[in-house]
Antibody, heavy 121, light 106 residues
Framework: EVQLVQSGAEVKKPGESLKISCKGS????????IGWVRQMPGKGLEWMGI????????RYSPSFQGQVTISADKSISTAYLQWSSLKASDTAMYYC??????????????WGQGTLVTVSS | DIQMTQSPSSLSASVGDRVTITCQAS??????LNWYQQKPGKAPKLLIY???NLETGVPSRFSGSGSGTDFTFTISSLQPEDIATYYC????????FGGGTKVEIK
């Protein structure tokens, strides 16, 4: 079974750093794009960026360029989303999702269960 | 940059009604348009890919159509379990979602 399992909920203070993870299983991790999606409380879905673990090709949506870093460790089939200095406005649910077509960031399924990040002083 | 305009932002319909949601791209995206369903507290679920292809296991009351800049998502007969927010998503270079449509039962 193809599955993405995300790391658990986090509570952080403004200015702290954070790295959350998304572990893939049941498929060839290096052959499919992984994307990260933000959902702020009560709001819609926003694509943050995508990564191809095979060669680490990474693309950021303009709103998130320079704000976060997306990476992947293919040796442990895990993608990451990290912040160097969190803000209260980073409070949101974060989802990872896998591209369905090998090598192509087209449509995405399955999705991880989500990681809730709360940033509060 | 491509913009995706989804409408309406919310709708209320009765069980059995036909429900239609539209998504308009700011430029031609061919058929590079997908539809997702998100139920409260859950991750999104892929329903339709490449504008009109039904994902395996998705009920046939869901359908999609369109190409170029104008796309339509339809629920032919609304069921109570269809209460959710629906999103279109294009994939020209980077994926991009529309603003979402919240579907409620009248």
């Amino acid at each position: 079974e193809v599955q993405l399992v995300q790391s658990g909920a986090e509570v952080k203070k403004p200015g702290e750093s954070l790295k959350i993870s998304c572990k893939g299983s049941g498929y060839s991790f290096t052959s499919y794009w992984i994307g990260w999606v933000r959902q702020m409380p009560g709001k819609g879905l926003e694509w943050m960026g995508i990564i191809y673990p095979g060669d680490s090709d990474t693309r950021y949506s303009p709103s998130f360029q320079g704000q976060v870093t997306i990476s992947a460790d293919k040796s442990i089939s895990t993608a990451y989303l990290q912040w160097s200095s969190l803000k209260a406005s980073d409070t949101a649910m974060y989802y990872c999702a896998r591209g369905v077509v090998p090598g192509s960031p087209t449509w995405f399924d399955p999705w991880g269960q989500g990681t809730l990040v709360t940033v509060s002083s | 940059d491509i913009q995706m305009t989804q409408s309406p932002s919310s709708l209320s319909a009765s069980v059995g009604d036909r429900v239609t949601i539209t998504c308009q791209a700011s430029q031609d995206i061919s058929n590079y348009l997908n539809w997702y369903q998100q139920k409260p507290g859950k991750a999104p679920k892929l329903l339709i890919y490449d504008a009109s292809n039904l994902e395996t296991g998705v009920p046939s009351r869901f359908s999609g159509s369109g190409s170029g800049t104008d796309f339509t998502f339809t629920i032919s007969s609304l069921q109570p379990e269809d209460i959710a927010t629906y999103y279109c998503q294009q994939y020209d270079n980077l994926p991009l979602f529309g603003g979402g449509t919240k579907v409620e039962i009248k």
